[in-house]
């Protein structure tokens, strides 16, 4: 920051100081000041009285009643101090007038409040038109940028006449100064087009790509790369608005192409492969793979990393050149449909067809289990202490192996034991050599 804005900045604050001096003007300050103490007190009067009816609610001490106003109370928080601030404002601008006081900055200052009552009945409104937590946060991650935004221009509109804090020139871009106002014009921008990126993905989720019934990993990559290109063009449209000409990027990007060989070759590489695995579909969300010897099913697919979630909860984020360049194990890729085996071993005094008809009975009980291809049993072979069989069923999700597993250890268990039928477990016969009085062995191991 150069002397000349220094300057300018004192001189903006002397005037300032000057202002404040005035008694009219120190009585609206306060004023607006003991508006924003109200809005405080009021918000934490209504979160402690909603959580203190929730409470009792709770423990089943609240009436009927008594549980309705505390619901009412959680979803009028945000609303009910900006409005009781706003109807203060209101009742001292009209007791200024009355009195022959002048309000110009307290009638300037409730635009704040009037503002931030907007913001927070929108938020209301949102919180009871969508039921989803995830689609909460999202809206609001739109809607809390733009109230920024509209709190700064308002801002700059009631000290514009005080402080000139737009045009203040911050630095300087190919001799073309670049001033508050463009940086604020730059960052609106780059809003604009972040927020038109998030609605285009959730109009191809929720609404287009339903009605086309296409395949989920195809809608995954429309919606990456039409997010991506929509941000690029957003943060080149921002950064052409603060007067940076495009094509010098491009000469600075030729520059650093070789630094960026040398220093971030695994970042570009991972980049190039999560493009490749877009268009390629070899890998797309909801697919079940092993990886490394762990199986998850694919969760997201970013241009740089993949998320993989296992039976256990558990992410895994793995690069994209693993993926491409490595041997992974897909097992939904072109149907998601998986067959199981599980062993069973019984007393080779059991008669094989009984088994083999316990087995698909057992098959047949478990929901899970598809008609067709149908259960079959395979008679493996013969063991040491069993006759060995395996019951093949087929699933339509890999990632209900275990449970399905088990479920049907369970349920062959039952019917085994409903049928007396043995399931044996390794048995050996010891020898002891004759001709060696125990005695005498016993006498050389305690020696």
Request: positive net charge; without cysteine; charged residues 20%.
């Amino acid at each position: 920051m150069d002397a000349t804005i220094v300057e300018r900045l004192n001189a903006q604050w002397a005037g300032l100081l000057v202002l404040i001096e005035r008694p009219a003007v120190q009585r609206q300050l306060l004023t607006i000041l003991f508006l924003l103490l109200i809005t405080r007190l009021f918000t934490f009067l209504f979160r402690y009285l909603s959580r203190r009816l929730a409470a009792l609610s709770r423990d089943g001490q609240a009436r009927p009643r008594a549980a309705a106003l505390g619901r009412w109370l959680r979803m009028g928080e945000g609303v009910a101090s900006p409005l009781f601030a706003v109807a203060i404002g209101l009742a001292a601008i009209a007791l200024f007038e009355r009195i022959g006081w002048t309000s110009g900055l307290l009638r300037q200052g409730l635009v704040l409040f009037w503002l931030f009552l907007g913001y927070r009945f929108t938020l209301l409104l949102l919180d009871l038109r969508t039921s989803s937590e995830e689609s909460r946060r999202a809206y609001r991650r739109i809607l809390t940028p733009l109230f920024a935004f509209l709190l700064l221009a308002v801002i700059n509109r009631l000290v514009a006449s005080l402080v000139d804090v737009a045009g203040l020139a911050l630095f300087t871009i190919a001799d073309n100064p670049v001033t508050v106002a463009d940086v604020y014009r730059a960052g609106f921008i780059l809003y604009g087009f972040l927020a038109g990126g998030w609605l285009v993905q959730r109009l191809f989720t929720r609404h287009l790509l339903p009605r086309l019934d296409a395949d989920p990993g195809v809608g995954n990559s429309i919606r990456t790369i039409s997010q991506y290109v929509i941000v690029g063009a957003g943060v080149l449209t921002s950064l052409g608005s603060l007067g940076i000409d495009l094509s010098t990027l491009a000469i600075i990007g030729a520059g650093l192409s070789v630094g960026i060989g040398f220093g971030l070759q695994e970042l570009v590489a991972n980049f190039i492969s999560g493009i490749l695995l877009l268009f390629e579909q070899s890998i797309r969300p909801g697919d079940v793979i092993s990886v490394n010897g762990t199986v998850g099913r694919v969760e997201k697919l970013r241009i740089r990393s993949t998320t993989v979630r296992t039976n256990e909860n558990i992410e895994l984020i793995v690069p994209n050149q693993s993926l491409l360049t490595a041997a992974v194990t897909t097992y939904t890729h072109t149907d998601r449909s998986v067959r199981i085996h599980v062993p069973v071993g019984v007393s080779y005094d059991t008669d094989p067809a009984e088994v083999r008809e316990v087995l698909l009975a057992a098959a047949r009980r478990h929901g899970l289990v598809r008609e067709t291809p149908p259960p079959t049993v395979f008679f493996q072979g013969y063991g040491d202490s069993s006759i060995d069989f395996t019951l093949a069923v087929w699933i339509d999700d890999f990632m209900n192996m275990p449970r399905v597993t088990s479920d049907l250890r369970f349920i062959i268990w039952e019917e085994l034991a409903k049928r007396n039928i043995e399931i044996p477990f390794p048995q050996r016969d010891l020898h002891l050599r004759s001709g060696v009085p125990w005695e005498d062995l016993l006498r050389k191991r305690s020696e």
